[in-house]
C-alpha cells in the first residue's frame, strides 16, 4: 500500500510498480526513503535557485533547503544514536528516477513555466508524501523515535504543502 | 545562544525599545516555539524584561521584529535566545523564515 500511495501520485506515471508493491516496509526501508524524499526535494530547492528569478519561488526554495536539511540532520542522528543502517529499496530508487526524470523536464523550462511547473511539483510531492508519512509509514513504524522523527517531521512537511499551496496560487498558473 | 549588543547591532541595528544583554540581567519570559507557532503568542511584560525564546521544532526559526530593530537570529532545534525590551511598546515579530508565524509582545511601564 505504502509503494503504491507515494509512487503512483508522485512520479505520475513515470514507473511501474514492481510486482512486490505490497509488501510491508520495515522500519529501516521507511528510514532510507522518508530521508531519500528529503534529499530529492533539495535537489528540486537547488535547481529552482539556479534557474528562477522569482523573490517568492526563490524564498521557497530556500526554506525548503533548510528545513529538509534540518530534518534530515535529525534522522542522521537518529541513525547514529541507534547504529543502524537505512536500507535502500524500491520505492527509494523509484523515488530517485522519478526525481531525476521531473529535474529533466523543469530544467527545459526558465521564466514563468518554470516557476509554475516548480510549484505545482512542490505542492503535489508534499500532498502525497505527506500523506504517505501520516498513513503508512508511522502507523507502521514500530521504533519510538524514529515515529517521534516522523510525527515531528510531518508538522513541518505540513506547513511545506500550505506553503506551496499558497505559491501556486500566487503564481496565477495555469 | 545569548545575543550581544554588538551583534543585533550587527544583524540590522539597535532600537531604543529592545536590546540584548547577558541573561543575568533579568528574568526570561519564555515563548515556546513548537509546530510552527509561538506560544504563547502574545505576552506580557514589563519594561527591563527579557523574553527568551525557545525552539522545537526540528526546521531553523527566527523571532524578528516587524520592523527588523530586533531579531534573534536563526535558532535550530533546541536553541534559545533572548532580547531585552527597555522602554514601554508593542512589538509585533515574525519568524523570518515562515512568516505566517506571527506574534506580539506588549511592554508595559
Known amino acids: ?103 529533466a523536464e523543469l530544467m527545459g523550462l526558465s521564466g514563468s513555466a518554470f516557476d509554475c511547473a516548480y510549484a505545482q511539483n512542490e505542492l503535489g510531492y508534499h500532498q502525497v508524501v505527506n500523506k504517505t508519512v501520516e498513513e503508512s509509514f508511522i502507523p507502521a513504524v514500530t521504533v519510538a523515535p524514529l515515529k517521534e522523527l516522523l510525527t515531528d517531521a510531518l508538522a513541518t512537511f505540513k506547513v511545506h504543502e500550505g506553503h506551496a499551496e499558497q505559491m501556486v496560487s500566487n503564481l496565477q498558473c495555469s | 545562544m545569548q545575543l550581544t549588543r554588538r551583534q543585533l547591532i550587527a544583524a540590522g541595528g539597535l532600537a531604543a525599545a529592545a536590546a540584548a544583554l547577558p541573561a543575568a540581567a533579568s528574568p526570561a519570559v519564555r515563548v515556546r516555539i513548537r509546530k510552527f507557532a509561538f506560544d504563547p503568542d502574545t505576552v506580557s511584560i514589563k519594561a527591563g524584561e527579557r523574553i527568551e525564546w525557545v525552539n522545537e521544532d526540528f526546521a531553523p526559526h527566527t523571532a524578528t521584529e516587524d520592523d527588523y530593530s530586533w531579531d534573534t537570529g536563526e535558532l535550530g532545534k533546541g536553541s534559545t535566545a533572548s532580547v531585552l525590551f527597555e522602554t514601554p511598546g508593542t512589538h509585533s515579530y515574525y519568524c523570518a523564515y515562515h512568516p505566517h508565524m506571527k506574534a506580539r509582545i506588549v511592554v508595559t511601564a
Open chain 1, 1 to 103: 500500500m505504502t509503494f503504491r500511495l507515494l509512487s503512483a501520485a508522485v512520479l505520475a506515471g513515470a514507473m511501474v510498480l514492481p510486482a512486490h508493491a505490497a509488501e510491508p516496509m520495515n522500519d529501516l526501508e521507511i528510514a532510507h526513503t522518508a530521508y531519500t524524499a528529503g534529499q530529492l526535494d533539495i535537489r528540486y530547492a537547488h535547481l529552482a535557485l539556479a534557474v528562477s528569478e522569482n523573490a517568492d519561488v526563490r524564498s521557497f526554495a530556500e526554506t525548503m533547503i533548510r528545513d529538509h536539511s534540518a530534518v534530515n540532520s535529525a534522522a542522521v542522528d537518529l541513525i547514529t544514536e541507534l547504529n543502524v543502517t537505512p536500507q535502500d529499496n524500491d520505492l527509494s530508487r523509484a523515488l530517485v528516477q522519478g526525481a531525476a526524470d521531473k529535474r
